[in-house]
Structures are given as C-alpha cells and as structure tokens.
C-alpha cells in the first residue's frame, strides 16, 4: 500500500518531513536563471528549464536524507506546457533517487472528471488499448468537500494502482475557519471531513494501521491538530504551516503517535530559500537546503524522540 511505502522512508531516514517544491523565479539562484533564460527564445521555456535544473539540485542534495518531496502543480502550470514538462521531469527525477512523490494538485470534481483526473495523476491512461503513466506521483492532495462523489472515483484508481490521497481536513491559512470551523449538529466542519476520510479509508488499510486516505492538517492550529490525531486514528497527515507559515516542532508533534509515526510534515520556502536565509554564496543552494532540512529533522525529533514501524 502507497502510505506504508511512505511510512517505510520516513523509518529507513528516521526523518518525518517533504520537501515542497513551490518554486518561484525569485527562488532561483541568479547563475542558473539567467543561463536559462539567456539559452531559450520563449522565456516559458527558459524558466521551466531553471525551474528544472534548481529542482534537480536540491533532489541530489536532500534524496538521502529526505523521504518525500511535494512539488505543488500550480507552480509549474503557470508556465504553460513547458513548466508542466518540468513538473513531470522534475517527479521523474525524485523518483529515480529513490523518493516518494506527493503531488499538491488539490483536484476537486466528481464523476468521470474525477476519474480523469485520478487516472491521470494516479493510474495509467488508456490510449488505444495501451496503458501509459502519465505522471508519477504516489500521493495526490485532493479537496473533499464536494463529499463522497469527489472521493470515490480516486479510491478506485487507489486500490488498482497502489496510490493514496491526501483529503483537505484543516487548513492552515488564516481563514480556513469561515467554513471549517463551522458547527454542524454540534460538530465543526473539519471533524466531520476526518470522520469521513476515516470512512473513506476503512476498506484501503495498511500494514502499519493508516489507510490510503490521508489528511491534510495544518501546524498553524495545534489544539485541532491534537484533536483530530485522537480521532483519526487510521489517518496519515500531511501537515504544512512548519517554519515560514509559523507552526513550530512543538506544534506538528501533536501530528505523531506514540511510535512517532502518523504525519509528514511539509516545508518548502523553508528549503528552498535556506541559502537566501543564511546569506551564503548562491551556488551553495542545495547544500544550504541540506543544512536545513537536517536542521528541521532534529527539530521535529526532538519533540517525538524516535519513529520506529509497528503493526496494526
């Protein structure tokens, strides 16, 4: 099952963290920008293309330390058909080190598009009798609050192809509450949604007691991050709002379970950015990203002590 691949990494690493890679142009260390975009015509091409070759650094310099990356789709689809090339390249890529793929697409609809939108994803695309993986993600994040019919068409192309998904639980933005934090019948909007995705996973279980259906719950909101541990109990979180977004060690332990398993947690500008943060020569990008995903890993590991495998 896709989550306990996820779950073997984080063990064989001892490092319960992705790296997103959200990369923005002003992220990019100047030498590789400008090369690219001095080589190409079209400037989609030529930032797709630095887009790629920083992502491909930061990937030699975290695989073996990092179990997971989280490149998020808008972020490569604003470039058009070359900054999707790069997302597919740069997934290739993680893939090949040895990394687990989380793609942050947040898809959402129902019917034969979610279908299209899992198969494409997720499974592998029918052409004229032929199967072909379109991209190569294990994990998609997906948006629940369609309800059942969003989900059930990802559960399928799940159970056939060894995949899982991460369900939107509680948000770390500011103001996820607006909906989120709304009662219904006494209950608030997010325990509802995990009370579900406890649903949707009760057929997808794992070896290690977490089904295919994640959640995403963010460290900017510990007590309901605390909350919803103790009442999804088979659910795997990914957990963003560590670091530039404010959630601390402190806050995303409440993620873990007493064998320090059960969350991932996500940072990106955090990683991506540590060589602006530190002021060091811009060609040490990734070796600064290195420093500080290792940095991040002792901190989160200081607060749930050690992770190790446990049955169900």
Known sequence: MSMDQLIKK?????????????????????????????????????????????????????????????????????YGYYGVKALYETMEYAKQKGMYVITDGKRNDIGTTMEAYAIGHLGKTDVDGEKVEAFMGDCLTVNGYLGTDGIAPLLKVCNVYDKGIFVLVKTSNPSSGELQD???????VYEIMGEMCESWGKDAMGEYGYSAVGAVVGATYPEQLKELRKKMP???????GYGAQGGGAKDVSYAFDENGLG?????????????????????????AARREAIRMKEDILGCINTIQLATK
């Open 10 to 78: 984080i063990v064989q690493t001892q490092n319960p963290t992705v790296a997103g890679l959200d990369p923005k142009l002003d992220f990019i260390p100047n030498y590789i920008k400008d090369a690219f975009l001095n080589e190409f015509d079209n400037p989609l091409e030529g930032a797709s293309m630095a887009i790629l070759e920083f992502n491909k650094g930061l990937i030699d310099a975290l695989c073996d330390i990092v179990p997971a990356i989280k490149p998020q789709c808008a972020y490569y689809e604003m």
């Open 182 to 188: 709304r009662l219904i019948d006494g209950k608030p």
């Open 234 to 240: 088979h659910t795997f979180f990914l957990v963003p």
């Open 263 to 287: 969350a991932i947690v996500n940072s990106s500008r955090g990683i991506m950015c540590a060589y602006q943060k530190e002021g060091c020569d811009e060609t040490e990008y990734a070796q």
